[in-house]
């Protein structure tokens, strides 16, 4: 089942983010989002979250800042990005976006096949993200260098 996380479920989400990401934040085009100020969609199963999307709001924009599934291989991520999907068209929103690593491959594998498309590469914007975050690894999956982020958009 998915739904919109209530504030009761703050703290497990907290806790999961500092699991999955090492801090209660991340970056994304130079912009700090804590966990605590952002929406979310859960993926919930047997009483347990398999999966988590955080997303903001801002000018009509709708970004999703992270989407984590703790069930490999199930369709978590999936339902979760279709939950996105469809709270963006029944809205007044404009866009639906995010940004990404270049590092991850895999990400942008999955997010082109459910309509997203490439709309900007940031070069060496990892830069700045690490003079917020120093915890951003140099080196990423695959042994890819971290440097760039590169932004897709929704198109339906």
């Known amino acids: 089942m998915i739904q919109l996380a209530e504030e009761q479920f703050k ?13 209660d934040f991340m970056i994304s085009r130079g912009k700090k989002h804590r966990v605590a100020d952002l929406e ?15 997303f903001t709001i801002e000018n009509e924009a709708i970004e999703i800042v992270s989407l984590d599934s703790f069930s490999e291989g199930h369709g978590v991520s999936t339902a979760l990005v279709a939950a996105i999907i469809d709270f963006y068209k029944s809205g007044h929103h404009k866009k639906l976006w ?10 942008l594998r999955f997010y082109q096949k459910r309509g997203f498309t490439i709309t900007a590469i940031h070069l060496n914007a990892i830069e ?12 990423g999956y695959d042994g890819i260098p971290i440097l760039h982020e590169i932004e897709l958009t929704y198109s339906e």
């Open 11 to 23: 703290c497990k989400i907290r806790q999961l983010f500092l699991e999955r990401w090492g801090s």
């Open 40 to 54: 979310s969609f859960l993926y919930i199963e047997d009483n347990d979250i398999k999966g988590l999307l955080t």
């Open 98 to 107: 995010l940004a990404t690593t270049n590092d991850n491959t895999r990400a």
């Open 128 to 139: 700045d993200a690490r003079k917020i975050k120093p915890s951003i690894p140099l080196v």
